[in-house]
């Protein structure tokens, strides 16, 4: 929990600032498709270090839209609160493991590597029946490797 | 004055037209513009740990340097982390949305215009959210397509998400997502953001553009919006 905290670059006491109006909940984009989602309730979670957290349907698909954000009185940032709990919680995706790594090695998105290295993932999942709709996002390019400045 | 253009990973490979059409514009609208030597990716959403992804953001700042403290960044996920990571406010960071408008595009030789079109301007989330990081004229997309002829549909789904931020984990979102927006529309779709493009494209079958494509048409650059 104490990891989850300072991810979100929030002190535990600003979880305390919450208060309580759900209005985010009342405008979040899963609400939109019946999902259930609380923002509010994930918050007071962190703040009593409840382990049922990943449970919450925010962490399977919190879309990071920030209209929780900019309802909120205190624009509490609630889709970073959800990605330091997906990234402690190691949740992300090969597709996502792939993306990081590709940073890792080129400094750069490169879009050949994370595709050979997320191929599993992109089959399993039925991603590439959606390769007619993106021929036109293929480029050729080469990687460039940052060079240190 | 010269500003530092930061264009990121995806207009130097999947959105390589945005990154073309955006630099010709400005060229065109009279600003001049260099790219950030080695520039690195600023991360986009995929860090769950905030002081990491501010980091790589805060290394592009140095690197801009070089150039201007001025900078341009079109990706609205770049665009935003720069501005996030910009907490002293050494820096100006701008969007080419805030150069975009309609007085000086104006000025310039307009051969065609928008009558008769019916188009949805589309932003999503990171260019109007959060406030402290939105762009500045919060109806550019508008205001271009009306003062040329086009006729608008869809303002009430404009900043609604296109759940593209999960397209690579867990896609039956985005779809959700895509679906509403679509039925609560019509017309050719008109974005900014790759990631929107790239949604809204895949999970519905209406056409979708780049405002560029639009501005270029006008100015007689290209046949077909
Ligand atoms: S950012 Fe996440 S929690 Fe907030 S409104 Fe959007 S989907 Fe809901
Ligand atoms: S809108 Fe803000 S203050 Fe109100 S419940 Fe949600 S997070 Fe708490």
Redesign the interface.
């Known amino acids: 929990m104490e990891k989850i905290i300072?991810?979100?670059?929030y002190k535990k006491k600003d979880f305390s600032a919450c208060l309580g109006c759900k209005i985010c909940a009342s405008v979040c984009?899963l609400n939109?498709?019946s999902m259930h989602a609380n923002p509010q309730g994930l918050l007071l979670k962190i703040l009593l270090g409840d382990n049922t957290i990943t449970d919450d349907p925010l962490i399977?698909?919190c879309?990071?839209?920030?209209?929780c954000?900019?309802a909120c009185p205190w624009?509490i940032?609630v889709p970073?609160v959800v990605?330091?709990?997906?990234?402690?919680l190691e949740l992300?995706?090969p597709?996502?493991k792939a993306?990081?790594g590709?940073?890792s090695i080129w400094?750069?998105?490169?879009?050949p590597y994370i595709f050979m290295n997320?191929i599993g993932f992109l089959i399993k999942?039925g991603?590439l029946k959606?390769l007619m709709?993106?021929t036109?996002?293929?480029?050729f390019?080469l990687p460039?490797k940052?060079?240190?400045? | 004055m010269e500003y530092s253009y930061y264009p990121g990973?995806?207009l130097?490979?999947?959105?390589?037209?945005l990154d073309m059409a955006t630099r010709k514009i400005l060229l065109t609208l009279g600003y001049t513009i260099k790219e950030i030597?080695?520039?690195?990716?600023c991360?986009?959403?995929?860090?769950?740990?905030?002081?990491e992804l501010i980091r790589?953001s805060r290394e592009n700042l140095k690197?801009a340097e070089?150039v201007s403290k001025t900078i341009i960044a079109p990706c609205p996920a770049c665009y935003r982390n720069l501005k996030e990571s910009n907490r002293d406010g050494d820096f100006n960071i701008y969007n080419p949305l805030d150069m975009f408008n309609v007085a000086d595009i104006n000025k310039l030789e307009i051969k065609k215009d928008l009558k008769k079109m019916v188009f949805t301007p589309y932003y999503g989330?990171?260019l109007?959210?959060?406030?402290e990081t939105a762009i500045k004229n919060r109806n550019i997309i508008e205001e271009i397509i009306t003062n040329f002829g086009g006729e608008i549909d869809g303002e009430k789904i404009r900043d609604?998400?296109c759940?593209g931020?999960?397209f690579?984990?867990?896609?039956e979102?985005?779809e959700?997502?895509v679906n509403?927006i679509a039925s609560r529309s019509k017309g050719i779709f008109v974005v900014y953001c790759p990631l929107c493009h790239?949604a809204l494209?895949?999970f519905s079958n209406r056409k979708v553009v780049y405002i560029t494509n639009i501005i270029l048409y006008m100015l007689g650059e290209r046949k077909n919006i």
């Open positions: 300072a991810y979100t670059g984009t939109d498709f399977k698909n879309v990071s839209c920030y209209r954000t900019d624009q940032r970073e990605r330091a709990i997906r990234e402690t992300s995706s597709f996502e993306f990081k590709s940073i400094g750069r998105v490169y879009e997320a999942n991603y959606h709709k993106w036109e996002y293929i480029s390019h460039h940052i060079k240190r400045i | 990973c995806s130097t490979g999947s959105a390589k037209r030597p080695e520039w690195n990716c991360g986009a959403v995929e860090y769950g740990n905030k002081e790589l690197k070089a989330c990171v109007l959210r959060p406030k609604r998400c759940g931020n999960l690579f984990s867990n896609k979102m985005t959700k997502c509403l790239m494209n895949t």
